[in-house]
């Protein structure tokens, strides 16, 4: 491995999808990039979540790059949602086709930065000791990237092995004639427990929150309809920036409470059956707003799970009553329902019954105690904000990002935070991120980040830091909008709820792409309102040669 230069212009962490478009983007302004990776290779959440039945959730056609019209031409994916495998081959070639791996450290990650402020640079070091000097620092870290262990008693002591998800090993693992526990049933339990049951003898499912999921219809990609959306790709991406969530789908008309019952179910029927994560929600345009229009649409979820579910009392413990329908990211799934039909599926409520320990040859609750002989913890992340605290920032005067946030994150747009100048946040809590296609959001903000660069390098000036003011009211509109909806309601990781002492904060921007895009495009084209610079020193004179 060789040494990282000393001096760059920016060093971007993570390489991910974000970080490698950070790579393309900044790279083509000329700037000189050390890239810092824990992985050992490219692809962030696809390297890193490789559990049996990992795929994405935004069709794949969709969840990829738009950049290039080239790259856009040449990929072609295999199926509606594309396995974790394929979109890990998509990253890989995205990286060879630009050679977006050169400047990158893998299996290195940064433990800390700090603001220079005689330099006007970030200082960054890395576990391995690197010392870099850069004027900008890029946060690729991602959403969800930093996996979160569930805090229970003895897990230490486990006779067998346990797997996280998000953490999964790369040769794959065979249980085939095990007894296997599964925690969890967010998307990356929902997704993994059908194909899990297929193969291990038993599979006993231990649930805290039944979650709202969706058939998603995959199936093999029809090579006239791949070549109809390559010819209008253009105009696709377009509408897709448009729309609210990164995704084209027709904004509702009606509320769910003002049509009659017949057509109420007429429509969410199609939504179902359109196999999408975005349909359901968008199916009526009060059910993220009102409880009751969202009680129409929870009760239809529920009765599905009882058409599918073959004992009732089952059904009824998978049926999702604790938080509205949407507030939790919903879930799309293969014959996740259908599983809990099998003779070597159990599942079990942990709500009631909470787990008290993992012990050398189970998990007991306070009731019961179940023998398996491995355990996949599909228990999620410290999202949003796990990843930029993880490392020791520190800005301006020696705050630090960790006590900055004490009590929550405070961004301006999502993407740079006062007192850290210099120091971007590609979708950092405050912005759409999360709750819209993320590719969509990665684009976008990388693209802003490409142009405050460009505007900084061609007037001279050092740094660019937001304001506590433009923050301030950035955040209270970030909240003001959230407590427009049911979203704050619910125990989710939107909320930091699944992380214990973690603060209660709405993290993502729920305004959708549209409004945050103009807002940031404004901000901008106003010189960046709600920043301020600092102008470059002027450079050391040559020393003489006499
Ligand atoms: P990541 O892919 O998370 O990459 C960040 C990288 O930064 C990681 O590799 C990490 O190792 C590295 N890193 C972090 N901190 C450091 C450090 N201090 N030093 C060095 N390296 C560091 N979104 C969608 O829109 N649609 C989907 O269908 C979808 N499916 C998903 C499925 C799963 C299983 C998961 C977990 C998430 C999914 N997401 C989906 C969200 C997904 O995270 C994003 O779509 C996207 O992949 C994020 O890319 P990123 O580059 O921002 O972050
Ligand atoms: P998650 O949604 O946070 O789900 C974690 C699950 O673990 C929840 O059911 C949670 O219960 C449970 N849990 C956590 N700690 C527990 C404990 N101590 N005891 C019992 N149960 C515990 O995490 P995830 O499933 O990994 O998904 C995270 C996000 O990643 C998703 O929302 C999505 O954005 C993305 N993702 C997408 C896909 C996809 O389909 N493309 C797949 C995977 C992930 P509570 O709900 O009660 O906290």
Redesign the pocket.
């Known amino acids: 491995m060789t040494e990282p230069p000393a001096h760059v212009d920016a060093v971007v962490?993570?390489?991910?999808?974000?970080?490698l478009y950070a790579h393309h983007r900044l790279r083509r302004l000329g700037l000189s990039i050390q890239g810092?990776?824990?992985?050992a290779d490219v692809g962030?959440?696809?390297?890193?979540?490789r559990y049996p039945g990992?795929r994405?959730?935004?069709e794949s056609m969709d969840?990829s790059y738009s950049f290039s019209d080239e790259l856009e031409q040449e990929w072609t994916w295999s199926e509606r949602y594309a396995t974790q495998p394929e979109i890990l081959r998509y990253v890989n070639h995205v990286a060879d086709r630009f050679d977006l791996r050169r400047d990158i450290q893998f299996e290195?990650?940064?433990t800390a930065a700090t603001w220079d402020e005689d330099a006007q640079r970030w200082d960054i070091v890395t576990d391995r000791g690197d010392r870099v000097s850069a004027q900008f620092c890029i946060m690729?870290?991602?959403?969800?990237?930093e996996a979160k262990q569930p805090e229970i008693d003895g897990i230490d002591t486990f006779g067998g092995e346990i797997f996280h998800t998000?953490r999964w090993p790369h040769e794959g693992v065979d249980f085939s004639g095990l007894r296997v526990g599964v925690i969890g049933t967010g998307?990356?339990g929902i997704q993994s427990i059908p194909v899990i049951a297929r193969q291990a003898a038993h599979v006993t499912v231990f649930q805290r929150t039944p979650n709202f999921t969706m058939p998603a219809k995959n199936a093999p990609l029809d090579p006239e309809a791949i070549r109809a959306r390559k010819a209008r790709a253009r105009e696709h991406r377009q509408a897709m920036r448009e729309s609210r969530a990164g995704v084209v789908v027709p904004m509702p008309e009606d509320s769910a409470l003002r049509v009659d019952d017949e057509a109420r179910e007429a429509q969410f029927e199609k939504a179902w059956e359109s196999g999408t994560l975005y349909g359901m929600v968008a199916a009526f345009n009060d059910l993220l707003v009102d409880r009751d229009a969202n009680d129409t649409a929870a009760e239809y979820v529920r009765a599905r799970i009882r058409e599918v579910v073959e004992d009732p009392e089952v059904a009824e413990r998978l049926s999702p009553r604790n938080h509205p329908f949407g507030t939790k990211r919903p879930c799309l799934d293969t014959e996740y329902y259908a599983t809990y039909n099998r003779d070597n599926v159990t599942l079990v409520d942990v709500r009631s019954t909470p787990i008290v320990a993992i012990t050398p040859t189970g998990i007991r609750t306070e009731t019961d105690e179940f023998a398996v002989d491995a355990i996949v913890f599909a228990t999620g992340f410290d999202a949003m904000t796990g990843?930029l605290l993880?490392?020791d920032i520190t800005g301006v005067g020696g705050m630090t990002l960790r006590d900055k946030w004490a009590d929550g994150p405070r961004t301006y747009l999502g993407i740079a935070t006062a007192g850290f100048p210099n120091f971007f946040t590609?979708?950092g809590p405050g912005s759409p991120s999360v709750l819209v296609?993320?590719?969509v959001a990665?684009e976008q903000h990388v693209d802003w980040v490409g142009d405050c660069i460009a505007y900084l390098r061609a007037r001279h000036l050092a740094s660019i830091d937001a304001t506590v003011e433009a923050e301030d009211a950035w955040v209270d509109h970030v909240n003001a909008v959230a407590n427009l909806t049911l979203f704050p309601t619910a125990n989710s990781w939107y909320m930091g709820a699944n992380v214990p002492g973690k603060p209660r904060v709405f993290m993502p921007y729920i305004g959708g792409l549209p409004r945050y895009t103009e807002t940031c495009d404004a901000v901008a084209a106003d010189d960046y309102r709600g920043f301020t610079f600092s102008p470059a020193s002027a450079p050391e004179p040559e020393p003489s040669r006499s």
Do not use: H, K, Q
């Open positions: 962490v993570g390489a991910g999808f974000a970080g810092f990776e824990g992985a962030g959440t696809w390297w890193w979540n990992a994405c959730d935004v969840y290195t990650r940064v690729a870290t991602g959403c969800l990237s998000g998307s990356s990843p993880r490392p590609i979708t296609n993320m590719l990665i």
